[in-house]
T-cell receptor, first 114, second 110 residues
């Protein structure tokens, strides 16, 4: 069982819908990450939260809105998405926000935009 | 040009075979990671290396900093090892990004 839990596992939404992806970890990690992964490509970093504050935004369009309500939870709010946003969205966490630390990944949410 | 190159891109092996996946990188690094991604999508962090060799069960990872090269070995391969294996490196000083390889897709046939 993964230590990082993502819900839902699958999501189909229209371009006018608003939905949220959720991520939870209880390892006491203080850094959490959102990645986007297209088929047969490596993950692309979207956002990094450190101690519940946004520390990195990789020029992600504003239709993606991250939120970190507390140190265990990370949300990604979606609004007015485009078909090209269809992808696997992965959440990860690490002890601190450095990439020379091991990251623990969730199983991902597979998102399809109609 | 990718900072991280993996070979082979695809690999098919018979159950029980010894498997090697290679990763070469062109930047200085503070750490190198080997990740495993199963068809369902979840990623498991297998190893993080900055020097030498690490072993976990049937998996062995080595790194040669001078040659900027790492290998992931799987001994006595099994169909459940079928997955995509991704190499990722962390540049020094910043520590706030990964450079990912494009992955090696491994299929182990019973």
């Amino acid at each position: 069982d993964t230590e990082v839990t993502q819900t839902p596992k699958h999501l189909v939404m229209g371009m006018t819908n608003k939905k949220s992806l959720k991520c939870e970890q209880h390892m006491g990690h203080r850094a959490m990450y959102w990645y986007k992964q297209k088929a047969k490509k490596p993950p692309e970093l979207m956002f990094v939260y450190s101690y519940e504050k946004l520390s990195i935004n990789e020029s992600v369009p504003s239709r993606f809105s991250p939120e970190c309500p507390n140190s265990s939870l990370l949300n990604l709010h979606l609004h007015a998405l485009q078909p090209e946003d269809s992808a696997l969205y992965l959440c990860a966490s690490s002890r601190v926000d450095r990439f020379d630390q091991p990251q623990h990944f969730g199983d991902g949410t597979r998102l399809s935009i109609l | 040009k990718n900072e991280v190159e993996q070979s082979p891109q695809n690999l098919t092996a018979q159950e029980g075979e010894f498997i090697t996946i290679n990763c070469s990188y062109s930047v200085g690094i503070s750490a190198l990671h080997w990740l495993q991604q199963h068809p369902g999508g979840g990623i498991v962090s297998l190893f993080m290396l900055s020097s030498g060799k690490k072993k976990h069960g049937r998996l062995i990872a080595t790194i040669n900093i001078q040659e900027k090269h790492s290998s992931l070995h799987i001994t006595a391969s099994h169909p459940r090892d079928s997955a995509v294996y991704i190499c990722a490196v962390t540049p020094p000083n910043t520590g706030n990004q990964f450079y990912f390889g494009t992955g090696t897709s491994l299929t182990v046939i019973p």
